[in-house]
């Protein structure tokens, strides 16, 4: 979406995996790097954004880097997706899975996350941006399958077993019936900066 608004858009991840998913455009290129690592020229960038990433970075040397490749005067974002949201017993469980099942597993850096990035500020004039959030309409089946992609859930199955996992998955299927759609919700964290 970026392209639509910028001649030229330059991705990165640490991960070789995240980049060969990567959706490709002519305007588009990609690096395997850090986000704290001085690729990108200096003053070269007019919008520099973090997504669903920051929780990671070592946040003083993230912070120099974008001062050293962003132009002044540019906009410095980090976007974040925290807990999902879904109405009445599929939420309540889906609630209980995420802190008492996988709750010990989740790395430290999570509560970033889940506190909207409070403690990462940045050293110049933020801008205040409006509340947004991310809807999907799932089946079950497709909420389960997210499920087991947080990390939380892979470290627990690592140590305990399928069962919690297992328990979670049954007791969704006694309140979500099969190919019934349902919406999930992911308030937004944007915090946006204009680098002096």
Known sequence: ??????FKVVGSDPSPEQLANAEQAA??????STA????????????AVSAQAAHWFHWTYYVAEVERVTKPGAIVATVSYGKMLLD??????????????VGP?????????ENGYRDLQWPWPEIPAPPITMTADWTRDELVGYVSTWSATVKMLDKLGPEPYQQLTRDLTSVWPDGERRTIRWPLTVRLAHRS
């Open 1 to 6: 979406m970026l392209t639509r608004k910028f």
């Open 105 to 113: 597993y989740w790395p430290p850096e999570r509560r970033h996350v």
């Open 27 to 32: 305007t588009v290129s990609y690096l395997l």
């Open 36 to 47: 704290d690592q001085p690729l990108l020229d200096t003053r070269s960038v007019d919008l």
């Open 88 to 101: 009445g017993d599929v939420g309540d469980l889906v609630e209980r899975y995420y802190s008492r099942s």
